[in-house]
Antibody, heavy 124, light 107 residues
Framework: QVQLVQSGAEVKKPGASVKVSCKAS????????MHWVRQAPGQRLEWMGW????????KYSQNFQGRVTITRDTSASTVNMELSSLRSEDTAVYYC?????????????????WGQGTLVTVSS | EIVLTQSPATLSLSPGERASLSCRAS??????LAWFQQKPGQAPRLVIY???NRATGIPARFSGSGSGTVFTLTISSLEPADFAVYFC?????????FGGGTKVEIK
């Protein structure tokens, strides 16, 4: 069965960076794009970006452009999300979410499986 | 970006009752709207995709309807496991966006 297992909770100081990982199993990793979505306390879910797990192409939300980097390690079936220049407003639960296989090179933004979430707390 | 507005914020119902949740989009999203269920401390679970299609393993008491800007998620007869937060998501326009959620709580 499809499983997305994320790394554990993190506490960071303002200005630092955080890297969250998402290990996939139960399917062909390189055939499915992966997204990152976050949920700050009391806020709605916010899409951050996605990666083509096959060729590594990425696209990021303008809200995070320049601060977020998504990478993948195909040998480990793992996608990583690094967020830099952290501020208190980045305190949130971060989720990875799998998409359907791309059709004619177009990502679908169809989130069928989600990781369990990783709490990142930014505090001085 | 497209704004999704969900109502009501909280729905207080008893097991066995019918639940109707609304999601309105600031502009047309055609039928590219999904509904997710989220319980405390758990990952979101896809319930309905493309407005009216039940996801794998979702019971028939869940149904979705609508197109354009107005969508409804209906739970025909609430089971104890259905009490949770539900949120909608559109994938018609970039970036994908989510609604603020409706909490279905036990009355």
């Amino acid at each position: 069965q499809v499983q997305l297992v994320q790394s554990g909770a993190e506490v960071k100081k303002p200005g630092a960076s955080v890297k969250v990982s998402c290990k996939a199993s139960g399917y062909t990793f390189t055939s499915y794009p992966m997204h990152w979505v976050r949920q700050a306390p009391g806020q709605r879910l916010e899409w951050m970006g996605w990666i083509n797990s096959g060729n590594g192409d990425t696209k990021y939300s303008q809200n995070f452009q320049g601060r977020v980097t998504i990478t993948r390690d195909t040998s480990a079936s793992t996608v990583n999300m690094e967020l830099s220049s952290l501020r208190s407003e980045d305190t949130a639960v971060y989720y990875c979410a799998r998409d359907r296989p791309m059709v004619r090179g177009v990502v679908e933004y169809f989130f069928d499986y989600w990781g369990q979430g990783t709490l990142v707390t930014v505090s001085s | 970006e497209i704004v999704l507005t969900q109502s009501p914020a909280t729905l207080s119902l008893s097991p066995g009752e019918r639940a109707s949740l609304s999601c309105r989009a600031s502009q047309s999203v055609s039928s590219y709207l999904a509904w997710f269920q989220q319980k405390p401390g758990q990952a979101p679970r896809l319930v309905i995709y493309d407005a009216s299609n039940r996801a794998t393993g979702i019971p028939a008491r869940f149904s979705g309807s609508g197109s354009g800007t107005v969508f409804t998620l209906t739970i025909s007869s609430l089971e104890p496991a259905d009490f949770a937060v539900y949120f909608c998501q559109q994938r018609s326009n970039w970036p994908p966006t989510f609604g603020g959620g409706t909490k279905v709580e036990i009355k």
